[in-house]
Every structure is written in structure tokens, then in C-alpha cells.
T-cell receptor
Framework: AQTVTQSQPEMSVQEAETVTLSCTYD???????LFWYKQPPSRQMILVIR??????QNATENRFSVNFQKAAKSFSLKISDSQLGDAAMYFC????????????????FGKGTKLSVKP | DSGVTQTPKHLITATGQRVTLRCSPR?????VYWYQQSLDQGLQFLIQ???????AKGNILERFSAQQFPDLHSELNLSSLELGDSALYFC?????????????FGPGTRLTVL
């Protein structure tokens, strides 16, 4: 079974600085997708960024970028120029690329990292 | 706003009761997923429906059931409620059931069992 581990329960960053959130995962599959979701105090789950395992190029979305290391099974999120609105819980998630089997389609989440942004 | 709606936002009930949570997917999305977020278990996948049919099942208790209706809205039924069922229940939707599809989450229903 696949697992996702976020080893940092809490992180803090100064406004305008850069912070990196860590995520490792365990899988025997070669094809899969990885995601970072943000959950602000409103509790809404918001997709931040997505990475396909077959792509070597790291995904980027504005101030958010990832460092995807497939061999190491590592998927970290870098937030540049941190803003107060970035304060939230961040969840790393895994999704199999298999289109068969009982687990198809579902996301497997880590426990989350709570990010605080200091003004 | 993801376009996924969930009602009610909050629900308070007693142990042993039964409740129904409702989800309307984004316009055009055929697939609906249910997730449970609790303090001890984190975010867990419960069940997926695609175009009215059950597609995948996760750690869903036998006391819980779901369905997707012809208009594509979905309901999650929780019965014989226990204190441990208190959680935030999310619905997500995607265009199809393909693993390439991105899931968009609703705002969640906060269930409190007293």
C-alpha cells in the first residue's frame, strides 16, 4: 500500500521569504501523480500544484514550485516570496495512475504541515 | 470557489442517529469522491462514484453508504452514529474517473456527534 509522510508538523516563515515543505512517499508503482493541497482556516481544500511522475521537469505555479526526486521518492514544495495568505495547512497527496483496481482514483494524503507566516 | 457545493455546512446530532450529507459536483463533472478528515485519522478516502455507479471503495464503514443520482448529485448516509464519526466530510468531483483528472473539493460538512 502506498503511504505519504510529511515529517514537519509545523513550519514558520517570515513574510517575503522562501520556505520549503517536505514530503516523502512510498510506492512500488512507476506511474502516479503527486499533489500539494492547501487548507486555509476556512477548511476549503485548494489544489496548489500537481506533478506527473513520468515528467522529469518540476512543476511550477507562480510562487509555488516543487522539487520532485523520483528515485528518492521525495516531493517538496517551495513557496517563494511568502505572503500572509499562504498561512494554512499543506497536504501532500499521492494518486495511482492505474485505471483499475479498488483504489483507483483516490488521493492518499499525508498528515499535513501547518505553515505560519510572520509579518 | 471550486464549484462543488456541499450541504449542510454544519451538522450536530446525537449518537445512534442517522444523517445525510449532500454534494453537488461542478457542472459537467461525472465523478464524485467522498473523504473524511478527522483529527486522529487525517484525510481518508471513503468512496467514489462515476456517472451513478460505485467506482472505488476505501475505508468506508458498513454503517456508511453513498449513492449518486441521475442528476449527478451525491449523498453520503451515515447511520448509527458514534462519537468517533465526528469529522469534516469532503466531497470532491472530477470530469471523468480517469486518474489523470484533477479533483476539486467542496467546502466540507462539519459533523459533530454528541
Amino acid at each position: 500500500a502506498q503511504t505519504v509522510t510529511q515529517s514537519q508538523p509545523e513550519m514558520s516563515v517570515q513574510e517575503a521569504e522562501t520556505v520549503t515543505l517536505s514530503c516523502t512517499y512510498d510506492t512500488s508503482e512507476s506511474d502516479y501523480y503527486l499533489f500539494w493541497y492547501k487548507q486555509p482556516p476556512s477548511r476549503q481544500m485548494i489544489l496548489v500544484i500537481r506533478q506527473e511522475a513520468y515528467k522529469q521537469q518540476n512543476a511550477t505555479e507562480n510562487r509555488f514550485s516543487v522539487n520532485f526526486q523520483k528515485a528518492a521518492k521525495s516531493f517538496s514544495l517551495k513557496i517563494s516570496d511568502s505572503q500572509l495568505g499562504d498561512a494554512a495547512m499543506y497536504f501532500c497527496a499521492y494518486r495511482s495512475a492505474r485505471n483499475y483496481g479498488g483504489s483507483q482514483g483516490n488521493l492518499i494524503f499525508g498528515k499535513g504541515t501547518k505553515l505560519s507566516v510572520k509579518p | 470557489d471550486s464549484g462543488v457545493t456541499q450541504t449542510p455546512k454544519h451538522l450536530i446530532t446525537a449518537t445512534g442517529q442517522r444523517v445525510t450529507l449532500r454534494c453537488s459536483p461542478r457542472s459537467g463533472d461525472l465523478s464524485v469522491y467522498w473523504y473524511q478528515q478527522s483529527l486522529d485519522q487525517g484525510l481518508q478516502f471513503l468512496i467514489q462514484y462515476y456517472n451513478g455507479e460505485e467506482r472505488a471503495k476505501g475505508n468506508i464503514l458498513e454503517r456508511f453508504s453513498a449513492q449518486q443520482f441521475p442528476d449527478l448529485h451525491s449523498e453520503l448516509n451515515l447511520s448509527s452514529l458514534e462519537l468517533g464519526d465526528s469529522a469534516l466530510y469532503f466531497c470532491a468531483s472530477s470530469v471523468l474517473a480517469a486518474t489523470t483528472d484533477t479533483q476539486y473539493f467542496g467546502p466540507g460538512t462539519r459533523l459533530t456527534v454528541l
